[in-house]
């Protein structure tokens, strides 16, 4: 990672915690605790920014990345109305060709209930989208775009813990067996970049107490992602 990409992951925290205080001074029932990293909405902006510099620094035109609120992040979907994606890069020809979106997703808190939710999430989205596409719902498609996850897990005594989770019907895999939080994330993203799911995942860990930012991951590094994303731009181009 480079030291930009380290900072503004440290600065999804910040944010958090400004939403935080926020909403303490300005609610007459304000969230409380972690509640504001659910409802600001905003804790991650910076870091889709620095994600579309970075993409730029590749050769991807500016005026192609859309990054924050509007409607060339809202994309159709099968099985619900639309769905908005954190980030998306569309060509500015007549077809306006969808070459990639970016979704972007932190867990810091409530891990026992938060993680299955991400997860949850992030196969529901991913299904609906390729269902889209296959049914002709992003346009027209020189290329099949290119989907990226983004994940940034807070480090912190309740996410490194190992934990032994309660016995299933059926064995549970051995991958889960006695692992933490962050390792079951380290799992989850690693399979779906596997099975194929996402086209370019980024799992970035952090304990804002420290300042140390990490990657659990050699399959899920920053630099893959940017140039997995970046190879899609050059691919179409092509």
Not at 190 to 214: F, S
Request: hydrophobic fraction near 40%; include cysteine; charge should be negative.
């Amino acid at each position: 990672m480079n030291r930009m990409i380290n900072d503004a992951v440290l600065g999804v925290y910040s944010a958090l915690e400004s939403a935080g205080l926020r909403q303490l001074q300005n609610s007459d029932n304000p969230d409380r605790g972690h509640r504001a990293e659910a409802t600001s909405g905003l804790h991650l902006d910076s870091l889709a920014y620095q994600i579309q510099l970075d993409l730029q620094q590749q050769g991807v035109p500016a005026e192609m990345i859309h990054e924050g609120r509007g409607v060339d992040l809202r994309l159709p979907g099968y099985y619900r109305r639309t769905k908005d994606w954190d980030l998306t890069i569309v060509t500015d020809n007549l077809e306006h060709d969808l070459v990639a979106t970016i979704e972007l997703k932190s867990i810091n808190s409530s891990f026992g209930n938060n993680s299955n939710n991400r997860i949850e999430e992030a196969l529901g989205s991913i299904t609906d989208a390729r269902a889209a596409i296959r049914h002709d719902l992003y346009g027209s498609r020189a290329y099949p775009p290119m989907f990226g996850y983004v994940m940034v897990v807070k480090a912190c005594a309740e996410s490194m813990r190992k934990t032994s989770e309660p016995n299933a019907l059926y064995p549970i895999d051995p991958a889960f067996q006695n692992t933490s939080y962050m390792e079951r994330f380290t799992v989850f993203c690693e399979r779906i970049l596997v099975e194929k799911l996402y086209d370019a995942v980024w799992l970035v860990a952090a304990d804002p107490e420290t300042g140390k930012v990490w990657e659990p991951s050699p399959m899920l590094t920053y630099e893959r992602f940017i140039a997995t994303i970046a190879a899609a731009w050059r691919i179409h181009e092509a």
